[in-house]
């Protein structure tokens, strides 16, 4: 197998012949682990693949992908590592580019995605959806729901989803929010706890007292935060994503919660809903997007009605 000689400085010039479809099979042999498998996914062959490889070597000078042959996965040196990175930005920003076109051609017509999550799934976005698809009626309106936060902004910078409903802060990427509402944190407490019909408690009456918090989500990890800042030790009894099993057992009197009031669903009378005193600070919801992107006339009027309805939404919010 020929070997590649590392040059202290390759000539500048040479990097103009970097063609993106070097990066992208840099991108997918990376993401998918073989020349193979990435070779059916861009719809070349698998010896396309070797050559785009091997030509973005020369260009840069240095070994990117380690090929140990035989049944053992490939890997990435170094130096792919490096390149990976701005190979990652490439793609990412064609297919936000890709996104964009289809949303310009599509005017008043097309598709809309948006990503969401819990509360917002429940508490505001059945509003927003009823208002817009009133007024877009051609517009198709793809929803999703990422695992991960991280999950959510990578389909942003992608493009595969044009808006986003999040938490604040914003990670380090391109991207623009507007904030929707601010949603205040509480305590989860189950009904027959000694605390429960204070009204309000501050955070040393918990001290002490296990948590049912998040695995991975923004606020969860924000409450987190909070209670670290303040000083306590979190011994947390269970861990989930999901509200309805945060809420079920807290009402089992199996932990406390520390959440923002809409993850609480209301109507339970198993469990108890106390003020923090003296409070904390509030959860920002905002909607997000690419910086770069062109926003269409249908993702413009999507953000003005999730502006709206989260407003009443934030008036009308039962605080305790």
């Given amino acids: 197998m020929a ?43 698998q010896s396309a693949i070797s050559q785009q490889i091997a030509a973005l070597e020369r260009i840069v000078g240095e070994r990117l992908v380690e090929r140990p042959g035989g049944p053992r996965a490939i890997s990435m040196t170094e130096a792919g590592t490096l390149m990976l990175r701005h190979a990652e930005a490439v793609v990412n920003r064609l297919a936000a580019a890709r996104a964009d076109m289809l949303a310009l051609q599509a005017g008043e017509t097309g598709t809309l995605r948006v990503g969401t999550y819990q509360s917002i799934g429940s508490r505001v976005l059945p509003e927003v959806m009823r208002r817009f698809r009133a007024g877009w009626p051609k517009i198709t309106v793809g929803l999703t729901e990422p695992t991960t936060d991280p999950e959510l902004y990578a389909e942003i910078e992608s493009g595969r989803l044009d808006l986003a409903f999040c938490s604040a802060p914003l990670p380090d990427g391109p991207f623009d929010a507007i904030e929707l509402m601010r949603d205040p944190y509480v305590f989860l407490l189950p009904a027959g706890h000694r605390v429960a019909d204070a009204g309000a408690c501050t955070l040393s009456d918990l001290d002490g007292l296990a948590l049912i918090g998040s695995s991975s989500c923004s606020s969860g990890l924000e409450a987190e935060r909070i209670l670290a800042d303040a000083g306590f030790t979190v011994d947390y009894a269970f861990r989930s994503d ?53 926003r269409s006339p249908a993702a413009r009027a999507f953000i003005e009605i999730a502006q709206t309805v989260s407003a009443d939404v934030e008036r009308d919010l039962n605080r305790p």
Avoid: C, K, M
Wanted: without cysteine; negative net charge; glycine residues 8%.
């Fill in 242 to 294: 999901d509200n309805g099993t945060i809420q079920g057992l807290v009402a089992a009197e199996f932990g406390a919660a520390f959440v923002p009031l809409l993850a609480v669903i209301p109507g339970d009378e198993r469990v108890s809903v106390l003020a923090i005193d003296p409070p904390v600070p509030d959860r920002a919801i905002s909607v997000v997007w690419h910086r770069d992107r062109h």
């Fill in 3 to 45: 070997s590649i000689t590392h040059t202290d400085s390759p000539p500048a010039d040479n990097w103009f012949g970097v063609e993106v479809r070097h990066l992208a099979a840099l991108e997918a042999v990376a993401r998918v682990g073989s020349f193979g498998r990435a070779a059916e996914e861009l719809g070349y062959t």
